[in-house]
């Protein structure tokens, strides 16, 4: 599942989510905003359906990325706020010990997003933010994008073949 918050990066949360294998079933949570550019022909759950399946423990997603993920949704995870779609279903993923992902889009990271963060991977989620590598050989910015989602696809355990591996 991947959800779609207000940060920017939006594009690069809707290519990860294009990205993601056929053969993986695919669910999308969007912004009210972010709704409006989102394609039809997927899953996709309104931020505010708090009825929708992935707000259930039941519901049995295996894992969740948010990107981007706000700083505002982001403390609202680690505080247990639960307001929308998004933030109930990552509360879901860690009550459930799921695995969740969670790629914040910020610079510079101010002391209260980092306590956050901590706080966060202490209990299991994955902090990923959208950091480039240039050992990857990126000559666009389309292969820097691809190198990104490659790498939280890796901590996702998704095969994929979207950047050169170090050799």
């Known amino acids: ?13 809707l290519k990860t989510f294009r990205l993601l294998p056929q053969s993986i079933e695919k669910y999308l949570i969007v912004s009210e905003n972010a709704r409006i550019v989102a394609e039809k022909e997927h899953a996709i759950f309104s931020d ?15 894992a ?27 509360a879901v993923m860690i009550k459930e010990r799921k695995t969740l992902l969670l790629a914040p889009r910020e610079l510079p990271l101010s002391p209260i997003a980092l306590e956050h963060m901590y706080k966060l991977s202490m209990l ?11 050992y990857s050989d990126h000559d666009s910015l389309e292969a820097m994008e691809r190198f ?5 696809f890796d901590l996702l355990g998704i095969e994929h073949d979207l950047y050169k591996r170090w050799q």
């Open 1 to 13: 599942m991947v959800a779609l918050s207000g940060a920017s990066g939006y594009e690069l949360g």
């Open 48 to 62: 505010d359906e708090i009825w929708a399946p992935p707000a259930s423990g039941s519901f049995q997603i295996d």
């Open 64 to 90: 969740m990325i948010v990107v981007p993920c706000s700083m505002n949704t982001l403390a609202k995870i680690a505080t247990g706020i639960a307001d929308n779609l998004t933030t109930r279903a990552a």
């Open 124 to 134: 299991g989620v994955i902090i990923a933010p959208p950091v480039m590598a240039y």
């Open 148 to 152: 990104v989602v490659g790498k939280w």
